[in-house]
Every structure is written in C-alpha cells, then in structure tokens.
C-alpha cells in the first residue's frame, strides 16, 4: 500500500497527455513526486524550527517528533508541543550518546604499554661491559 499524504495532490495535472487519451502517471514519476514532496515537507520543518531558534543539530532531533504535511499543521505540532520539544531533543541526543558505549572510568589512566626492548643493543652492552672487566678476553 502507498503512502498516503494530507496534501491535496492532483497527479493528473502532472501526467503527459498523448494525443487526447489520458493515461495514469508511470509508478516512477509517482516516487519521484512523493520524494519531492517529502524534501519540501523537511524544507518546510527546518525553516520553521530555525525561526523558532534551534541549533542545527537539535533540528535533525526535534523533526522526528514533528508529525505534519503544511505549514499550518507544522505550526500547530510545535505549538502542541510546547515546552516539551526542548526536552524532547535533549533525550533525543542523549538517547544517541548512549549507543557509543558507557563512559570510561574518569579515574584509571591510559592504558601503559611496556617499552620495547632492543635485545641487539642489549647484548652489545653486555659483551663490552664483560670485556671491560676482564672476564672475556676477545
């Protein structure tokens, strides 16, 4: 079943009409229409947010509550939810830091690695150290 818009949409008016037959829209131009009436739907929401003083990225969070096809219904979402949008996003955001993972422990440090040992100049300094002293003769 297709989407269903509140949008009164007549799609004839965007058919191609051959020779005075009237043929219904291919099922490509329909997607392509619906796509397009989705990107001026989000256009729509994003302007009325950025007027109401959201930050980008709260935007991307508070579209998802807002549940409208015109601007007057838009306008009417944000205004049912009030106060609430702010808080809505920040649980939004949240919700999305918690995905990552739990925070580390503040109070453990890094990780130390072992420094790693160089066994060539190691036994150079030996063998000269056991010559120094007398215990090799070479």
Do not use: C, W
Request: no cysteine; hydrophobic share 40%; net charge negative.
């Amino acid at each position: 079943m297709g989407k269903r818009f509140r949008l009164p949409l007549n799609l004839q008016l965007f058919a191609e009409e051959i020779e005075g037959e009237e043929q219904p829209p291919a099922e490509s131009d329909i997607d392509a229409l619906t796509g397009r009436i989705d990107e001026l739907t989000t256009a729509i929401k994003r302007q009325t947010l950025a007027k109401l003083g959201l930050k980008p990225e709260e935007i991307d969070y508070a579209i998802e509550h807002i549940d409208a096809d015109n601007e007057r219904d838009i306008l009417a979402a944000i205004s049912e939810f009030g106060d609430d949008l702010p808080v809505l996003v920040r649980v939004k955001q949240l919700q999305q830091l918690s995905v990552h993972g739990a925070d580390p422990n503040l109070n453990n440090g890094f990780r130390q690695m072992p420094k790693q040992i160089d066994y060539a100049a190691k036994a150079k300094q030996t063998i000269e150290r056991l010559k120094a002293s007398g215990r090799i003769r070479r």
